[in-house]
């Protein structure tokens, strides 16, 4: 407001006073009965980049180093965590709330397809619906005792990573890209939205970097030559893997036994977030 009285104001005898907006908190508890330590996003600023892979990765290396896990599959309308993780069952309820799912080894599990009469059933709701369902998903289920809750985010900077990022106290995110050029720009997005609101970026995450041949041991660009380290130079963060194109990986995921994975290529973000305070 103008420190200058106008015309309008000129009959006035009052002074006039500049008032702050009020600033709206939509911020979310969890369940009551869930405890939840340290909430995790891993994002992404475009699809196809493999960031459900890096999802699933991350809550199998934890929970194999003794962490309770879980993952909230945020990504309603492309969910793929209950097929990587061979999960066919349906998410039951009580009047108390609406339970996750277990895998194999223990991780905690919700996703849309956990609710749907068939996996194959399409998703054809508007942004505000898909907002509050992952919203429901932080308050309505039932989570206990988690030491690292992994969010799966759909591609972008729309409805759904705003309702979390406002939403959910999330304690940092872990940023997934591929070698292409383009996806420069579409990085400094993610990193941009997340500095608006201001979320910790843990660090970026390159999947797809490499291929590399078991007969001669050579390393193929296949989507040509990085340019991570100039994003990661660019903003002033860390890159804390390079993921190769992996078919083993790959069939894990199609066969449901993404828990069975065997390599060590995540381990520097694992040993970070260990050590998370």
Partial sequence: MSNNRNESCSTCDEECIEREEPKHDFSEKPHELSNIKKVIGIVSGKGGVGKSLITSMLAVAMNRKGFNTAILDADVTGPSIPKAFGINGKAIGSELGLYPIKSKTGISIMSINLLLENVTDPVVWRGPIIAGTVKQFWTDVIWNDVDFMFIDMPPGTGDVPLTVFQSIA?????????????????????????????????????????FKCEDCNKEYKIFGESHIEEVAGKHNINVFAKLPIEPKISAACDKGMIESFDGNWIDNITEFLENME
């Fill in 170 to 210: 999330v304690d940092g995110i872990v940023i997934v890209t591929s070698p292409q050029e383009l996806v420069s720009m579409i990085v400094s997005k993610a990193v941009r939205m997340a500095e608006m609101m201001n979320i910790p970026i843990i660090g970026l995450v390159e999947n797809m970097s490499y």
